[in-house]
């Protein structure tokens, strides 16, 4: 029998991008993919912008492919992360030949805390004046993104990560963060480099390749994601995967770009790697790496969309990834 991928399009961009990368799923293996709504649109015509039944099914699933949701992104990908229990969403964000970058030497993965910070959600109005949020972490959560992290080095031959916090100002809350990071680290015997996050911010600027492995908490790890976007092209090209124990969801790091949603130009390339980080956690390494391969060919070779300095649509650089596909 063959596998089921659960398939949310979303709104904006998210129904160009997410057909691509589906096409190209089609391409290398034999999967059933099961359609599922969320998002504004969703939310227009029901009220709910996450029906249970979506829920429920990414829940049950061994994998979901994601696009992206408008203004109920909080709504949406907040509740869909702890549907699969995620502990970690892994942002690989690298720059590719041929592709002009900022910082070409850029070769970085995000190790972002996923379910807790201020994500967590606890916010209030108290008055006219004044609205607070609780910032929620967790030893346990903190513990489980660094053993993560941990078998992540080991698995790439790398000695050791860098943990970004600021434990300087929020002591009990980054504070508990670092310490739980670096205690699962010192116990594996795996190296860690502390290192504050404005101070990350400007470094990695300067010179990404002195960062490799970054672990941060969520909020960190969401803005300096897209910051390490800028620095290879933009969010076209940035793919991710919502970890969990026994499930997962791939979603690119982009939103649904409403500037050109609709006019057929959105870079699909986040999409289809993503999808490709799937492919590696259903068991298909190797079809993972011929994506991963057709997209590089066409990241260098071209054709590319109007992000990257092109002309072409989403739909022509589909057609070249599937054609370069071995
Ligand atoms: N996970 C999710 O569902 C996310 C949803 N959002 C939602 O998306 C909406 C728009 O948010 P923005 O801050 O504008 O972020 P965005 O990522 O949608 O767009 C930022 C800029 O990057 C460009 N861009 C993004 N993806 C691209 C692609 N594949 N190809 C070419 N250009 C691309 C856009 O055209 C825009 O200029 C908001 O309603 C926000 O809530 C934002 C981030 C994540
Ligand atoms: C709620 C989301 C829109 C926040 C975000 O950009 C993300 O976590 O990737």
């Not at 969010?235 to 969990?244: F, H, I, T």
């Amino acid at each position: 029998m063959s596998e089921e991928i659960v398939v949310i399009e979303g709104d904006g961009i998210g129904r160009e991008v997410v057909p691509a990368a589906v096409s190209v799923l089609e391409a290398v293996g034999d999967f059933e993919f099961v359609a599922a709504e969320a998002g504004d649109a969703v939310k227009e015509a029901t009220g709910e912008a996450l029906p249970q039944e979506t829920y429920d099914t990414v829940a049950d699933a061994d994998a979901t492919l994601f696009g992206a949701a408008g203004e109920t992104a909080a709504d949406v990908i907040l509740p869909l992360r702890t549907a699969v229990g995620s502990f970690v969403n892994v942002r690989p964000a690298r720059a590719y030949p041929g592709v002009e970058a900022v910082r070409p030497e850029t070769d970085l993965v995000f190790l972002r805390e996923n379910t807790e910070g201020v994500y967590a959600g606890h916010e209030d109005r108290l008055s006219d004046d004044l609205s607070t949020l609780t910032r929620v972490v967790t030893t346990s959560a903190s513990e489980r993104l660094a053993e993560y992290a941990c078998e992540y080095v080991d698995e790439q031959g790398k000695k050791g990560f860098q943990v970004v916090h600021k434990a300087n100002v929020m002591r009990e809350t980054d504070g508990r963060f670092r310490d739980a990071v670096v205690d699962v680290a010192d116990e594996a015997g795996v190296e860690t480099e502390e290192v504050l996050m404005d101070a990350f911010a400007t470094r990695v600027c300067l010179d990404p390749t002195q960062f490799d492995v970054v672990v941060c908490p969520n909020l960190a790890g969401d803005v300096l994601s897209d910051l390490a976007a800028g620095l290879v092209g933009g969010l076209g090209l940035l793919p991710s995967a919502n970890v969990g124990p026994d499930n997962a969801l791939f979603e690119p790091v982009h939103g649904t770009a409403p500037d050109i949603a609709g006019e057929g130009v959105a870079n699909p390339s986040a999409a289809i790697l993503s999808a490709a980080m799937l492919l590696d956690h259903l068991g298909y390494g190797d079809e993972a790496e011929n994506v991963r391969t057709a997209v590089e060919s066409v990241l260098e070779d071209g054709p590319r969309t109007a992000d990257l300095g092109g002309d072409a649509g989403t739909e022509e650089v589909t057609t070249a990834v599937l054609d370069r596909l071995d």
